[in-house]
């Protein structure tokens, strides 16, 4: 499998390696970080077995991201099967992620990385449509994925368990490859 490598501005963007889960935990492990992730505990070796996996799957495109060889952040992009009846192409959608250091925050990074794995989804991988949940209240994921020309689809009322507030709302945003062809691409 060809590894997903980019630049961007100002941004490479490539394949984790090993002698990067050390950084990406300094920031992932952060209480104001773990506050918005859905699994909030993460030791060194089990997040370093979770990147090898995602190394050895086709339809894992995730990447680090770094700037000036630092790693700044994450971005997941696993390539699925839409939903459908029988006969429906494969390997039509992916899912959308990303953890970023918050001392990097401010400057667009996140924007500038999740808009170049949006675009290399579209155009490379030929992927049709896009998703990425949140909580409602986590701001910042918000907008981002308002930023790069995504779509609210969906509000769960209390559809999501946050361990510190309870239930709470979630969001699902959505983006299709003929939407961000004609006009949502920032």
Same mark, same amino acid.
């Given at each position: !499998?060809?590894?997903?490598?980019?630049?961007?501005?100002?941004?490479?963007?490539?394949?984790?390696?090993?002698?990067?889960?050390?950084?990406?935990?300094?920031?992932r492990?952060?209480?104001?970080?773990?506050?918005?992730?859905?699994?909030?505990?993460?030791?060194?070796?089990?997040?370093?077995?979770?990147?090898?996996?995602?190394?050895?799957?086709?339809?894992?495109?995730?990447?680090?991201?770094?700037?000036?060889?630092?790693?700044?952040?994450?971005?997941?992009?696993?390539?699925?099967?839409? !939903?459908? @009846?029988?006969? !429906?192409p494969?390997?039509?959608?992916?899912?959308?992620?990303?953890?970023?250091?918050?001392?990097?925050?401010?400057?667009?990074?996140?924007?500038?990385?999740?808009?170049? !794995?949006?675009?290399?989804?579209?155009?490379?991988?030929?992927?049709?449509?896009?998703?990425?949940?949140?909580?409602?209240?986590?701001?910042?994921?918000?907008?981002?994925?308002?930023?790069?020309?995504?779509?609210?689809? @969906?509000?769960?009322?209390?559809?999501?368990?946050h361990?510190?507030?309870?239930?709470?709302?979630?969001?699902?945003?959505?983006?299709?490859?003929?939407?961000?062809?004609?006009?949502?691409?920032?």
């Open positions: !499998m060809e590894s997903t490598k980019l630049c961007t501005e100002r941004l490479e963007l490539r394949p984790v390696r090993d002698d990067d889960i050390d950084r990406i935990l300094e920031y492990n952060l209480p104001e970080v773990t506050r918005w992730l859905l699994r909030t505990d993460v030791d060194p070796t089990s997040l370093r077995a979770a990147w090898r996996r995602a190394a050895e799957d086709p339809d894992d495109h995730s990447v680090a991201v770094a700037l000036a060889s630092v790693v700044i952040g994450t971005v997941s992009l696993a390539v699925v099967d839409g !939903m459908g @009846q029988p006969g !429906m494969s390997r039509t959608e992916a899912q959308l992620g990303y953890i970023f250091d918050p001392a990097y925050g401010g400057h667009g990074y996140a924007t500038e990385a999740v808009s170049a !794995m949006v675009a290399y989804s579209f155009d490379r991988l030929g992927v049709r449509r896009i998703t990425a949940g949140c909580f409602a209240d986590n701001l910042a994921s918000v907008r981002i994925l308002e930023k790069i020309g995504m779509r609210r689809e @969906q509000h769960g009322v209390g559809d999501s368990w361990a510190d507030l309870g239930w709470v709302d979630g969001y699902t945003y959505a983006l299709t490859a003929e939407r961000w062809r004609h006009g949502a691409a920032p």
